[in-house]
């Protein structure tokens, strides 16, 4: 990794703003590999330099991951002249440049996204052939039956859109798990549709082999730890 400004590598592992970092500099707070920083412009490669806030060592993280509790109005989008958007929301704490929401969710679905800078993670995450499975609570509109499970599990055919087959699960007459591993444009709804019921709630409950933290309300955040790193892409399924 190239030399970075040493305000730019700690607000980038979420120590402060590039202010406070300036402040903390002013207070003799910060040392890199045994010396004061004086100034905020000093350059170090953070994946060799040891740093440290008040003594202690800051484990440098190239990468940032966030799970978020999407509310429904909001877009899984970076930017939008309209819409609030998933980075508009993030708490201020966790916005630095290059995060995306890995994957869409539509404006009214609910739940999971991943937001992050990782763009190999998040094509692994996405890619169909990774067979990263993403799980679904749904509400339709319609009583459902043994045959929309076996309709899900043969694969639907739409003629333009083909699903690959899918697992449904269900809870009640209207609700249903889903669990599908492709992520392909409102493609719950449309499988729904194709078995006569609308979808009046969604929710994206899993990603790979991590569940959305049920402590976070809508809207909500937090980092996903080390373990749920590795797990997002976990080939792990079954309902
Ligand atoms: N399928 C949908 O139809 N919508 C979503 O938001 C996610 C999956």
Do not use: W
């Not at 990263?132 to 043994?146: G, H, N």
């Amino acid at each position: 990794m190239a030399l970075q400004r040493i305000d730019k590598i700690l607000s980038s592992q979420n120590i402060g703003s590039r202010n406070d970092i300036k402040e903390m500099i002013k207070k003799k707070r910060i040392s890199v590999d045994g010396k004061i920083i004086l100034k905020p412009d000093e350059k170090f490669d953070p994946n060799i330099s040891e740093i440290k806030v008040d003594g202690n060592i800051i484990s440098f993280k190239k990468y940032l991951y966030v799970m978020m509790n999407k509310p429904s109005g909001v877009l899984s989008a970076t930017y939008d002249k309209y819409d609030k958007t998933v980075l508009d929301i993030l708490p201020k704490e966790f916005q630095r440049n290059g995060l995306f929401p890995a994957g869409r969710l539509d404006k009214d679905t609910e739940g999971f996204v991943l937001i992050t800078d990782d763009g190999e993670l998040a094509h692994k995450m996405l890619s169909p052939k990774n067979h990263v499975y993403k799980l679904y609570k749904a509400v339709v509109d319609k009583i459902l039956t043994d045959e929309d499970v076996h309709a899900f599990e043969k694969g639907i055919s739409l003629g333009k859109d083909d699903f690959l087959p899918a697992s449904m699960k269900i809870l009640d007459e209207h609700t249903a798990l889903v669990e599908i591993c492709e992520g392909k444009f409102h493609q719950v709804k449309k499988m729904f549709n194709a078995v006569g019921a609308n979808v009046i709630y969604l929710k994206r409950l899993r990603i790979g082999g991590v569940f959305l933290d049920e402590n976070l309300s809508a809207g909500e955040c937090r980092q996903l730890t080390e373990n749920e790193i590795s797990d997002i892409l976990s080939k792990t399924h079954g309902i």
